[in-house]
């Protein structure tokens, strides 16, 4: 079965803090995506990447960055939290190629910003 | 840009029923894949079924099935006999055929299922 776990289920930090998010994907996937999901606006992507060290951005990249050093990790940065990033974020993987294939999905992180 | 609109943020059903989800999408592609992934109360996003568009024949798998109205842009997802376990909410998704895998998502259907 596809893997794909997050470093925490549910996060607390105040404004201003830098957060980390990880996703980690056993897979061989090349493709990993970062998205936000909040109640009335479906999933949002941030960030995506297709290879190590190489990122895209999303439709909502503002306020985010993203690490990627080794294919089975692609991290989710918020160099300075604030309120307005409270939500529900969900880390996806895929393989390269065919259009096809599904994304799989980590369990996701609910983040509270204080 | 392409987008994915879920009219029906919440719908119910009855236990053993039938349910209809409705999705419909904007596109100027002619080759593109659709999906439908199902959330359960805090569990992880899985694949429910998916259609190339290419293909006219609807996809099936067990009591999910869908029509694809292409002309109509239209993707809708049918859940025959109904059960507990079918509780989540619905995801109706899009990605073109090209390019890398980025899927614009629908804002969702809640289904409840009711005993």
């Known amino acids: 079965d596809v893997k794909v776990t997050q470093s925490s289920r549910y996060l607390v930090k105040r404004t201003g803090e830098k957060v980390f998010l990880e996703c980690v994907q056993d897979?061989?996937?090349?493709?990993m995506f970062w998205y936000r999901q909040d109640p009335g606006l479906g999933l949002r992507l941030i960030y995506f990447?297709?290879?190590?060290?190489?990122?895209e951005k999303g439709d909502i990249p503002e306020g985010y960055s993203v690490s990627r050093e080794k294919k089975e990790r692609f991290s989710l940065i918020l160099e300075s939290a604030s309120t307005n990033q409270t939500s529900m974020y969900l880390c996806a993987s895929s393989l390269y190629g065919s259009s096809y294939n599904e994304q799989f999905f980590g369990p996701g992180t609910r983040l509270t910003v204080l | 840009a392409q987008t994915v609109t879920q009219s029906q943020p919440e719908m119910s059903v009855q236990e053993a029923e039938t349910v209809t989800l409705s999705c419909t999408y904007d596109t100027s592609e002619s080759d593109y894949y659709l999906f439908w992934y199902k959330q359960p109360p805090s569990r992880q996003m899985i694949l429910v079924i998916r259609?190339?568009?290419?293909?006219?024949q609807n996809a099936t798998e067990n009591r999910f099935s869908v029509n694809f109205q292409k002309a109509a842009k239209s993707f809708s997802l049918k859940i025959s006999d109904s059960q507990l376990g079918d509780a989540a909410m619905y995801f109706c998704a899009y990605r073109n055929s090209g390019g890398y895998q980025k899927v614009t998502f629908g804002i969702g259907t809640k289904l409840q299922v009711i005993p």
């Open positions: 259609q190339e568009a290419y293909k006219q």
């Open positions: 990447s297709y290879d190590v060290k190489m990122k």
């Open positions: 897979m061989d996937h090349e493709n």
